[in-house]
């Protein structure tokens, strides 16, 4: 910082504060005469104390009054239920491996995959079916993923 820079930084620090004891003697003003304040008349002070006495007896009177009862509840039947529609459930299903991956590599990750079992629970000969038929298309898929993998 240059010479000239740090006298003028100076006197404006040394004029801001100056500026600033100004003020503060104005406001606290030192020095200066406590005025007293002026007399009350008895009359004012007797009148103010009737009125508070009013007012503190009003206030228990209030205090001492019963509050009226609430409106009686209003008896309703059975309240009908808005049908809000059905409930959705939403599953988020993983994508399949990478799209750049040869055919080659996808037929050898099928062929080494597990087919799945088909569950049956026992229901009907027409859910029995289709799982036969879900099994038998597993296994020919099985078989195709197979055939491109000899080298």
């Given at each position: 910082?240059?010479q000239h820079?740090?006298?003028?930084?100076?006197?404006?620090?040394?004029?801001?504060?100056?500026?600033?004891?100004?003020?503060?003697?104005?406001?606290?003003?030192?020095?200066?005469?406590?005025?007293?304040?002026?007399?009350?008349?008895?009359?004012?002070?007797?009148?103010?104390?009737a009125q508070?006495?009013?007012?503190?007896?009003?206030?228990?009177?209030?205090?001492?009054?019963?509050?009226?009862?609430?409106?009686?509840?209003?008896?309703?039947?059975?309240?009908?239920?808005?049908?809000?529609?059905?409930?959705?459930?939403?599953?988020?299903v993983a994508?399949?491996?990478?799209?750049?991956?040869?055919?080659?590599?996808?037929?050898?990750?099928?062929?080494?995959?597990?087919?799945?079992?088909?569950?049956?629970?026992?229901?009907?000969?027409?859910?029995?079916?289709?799982?036969?038929?879900?099994?038998?298309?597993?296994?020919?898929?099985?078989?195709?993923?197979?055939?491109?993998?000899?080298?």
């Amino acid at each position: 910082m240059r010479q000239h820079h740090r006298i003028t930084v100076a006197a404006l620090l040394g004029c801001a504060t100056l500026a600033g004891t100004v003020a503060l003697s104005k406001t606290v003003q030192l020095g200066a005469d406590v005025k007293k304040p002026p007399p009350v008349d008895a009359n004012a002070i007797a009148s103010r104390n009737a009125q508070l006495t009013a007012a503190q007896r009003s206030a228990e009177a209030a205090l001492a009054k019963k509050t009226p009862p609430l409106p009686p509840v209003p008896k309703t039947g059975r309240m009908a239920v808005p049908n809000l529609g059905p409930l959705v459930i939403t599953r988020f299903v993983a994508p399949h491996a990478s799209s750049t991956a040869s055919t080659r590599t996808r037929r050898a990750r099928a062929a080494a995959a597990p087919a799945p079992r088909p569950r049956t629970t026992g229901g009907s000969e027409a859910a029995k079916r289709r799982a036969e038929a879900a099994a038998e298309a597993a296994k020919k898929a099985r078989e195709r993923a197979g055939e491109g993998t000899d080298d």
